[in-house]
Nanobody
Framework: QVQLVESGGGLVQAGGSLTLSCAAS????????MGWYRQAPGKQRELVAT???????NYADSVKGRFTISRDNTKNTAYLQMNTLKPEDTAVYYC?????????????WGKGTQVTVSS
């Protein structure tokens, strides 16, 4: 079993910054991809950014130039540095990981952390 725990969400004014963390624990052999997704009220969950084990990165167009994803493979942890936040960034942010366990390849989600950007 694998658990993903997000932290770092909160309330911030427009133009401000937050850093989210996602720590993975459990029966992990390796983590191929870690990613951040978000879901605003009344909207579908959408991709924010992903990062592979070797550091290949993908961003949604809406966050390019403002958000930075990174990871520490020694800690099985991913980070999302969010700068120049906008009210439209308000959402629950979820961590996702493609995990190799001793038995198989599986995908896991965290429970989410709320980010609220006030105008």
């Amino acid at each position: 079993q694998v658990q993903l725990v997000e932290s770092g969400g909160g309330l911030v004014q427009a133009g401000g910054s937050l850093t989210l963390s996602c720590a993975a624990s459990g029966s992990i052999v390796s983590i191929n991809v870690m990613g951040w997704y978000r879901q605003a009220p009344g909207k579908q969950r959408e991709l924010v950014a992903t990062i592979t084990k070797v550091g290949s990165i993908n961003y949604a167009d809406s966050v390019k130039g403002r958000f930075t994803i990174s990871r520490d493979n020694t800690k099985n942890t991913a980070y999302l540095q969010m700068n120049t936040l906008k009210p439209e960034d308000t959402a629950v942010y979820y961590c996702n990981a493609e995990v190799v366990t001793t038995l198989m390849l599986e995908y896991y989600w965290g429970k989410g952390t709320q980010v609220t950007v006030s105008s």
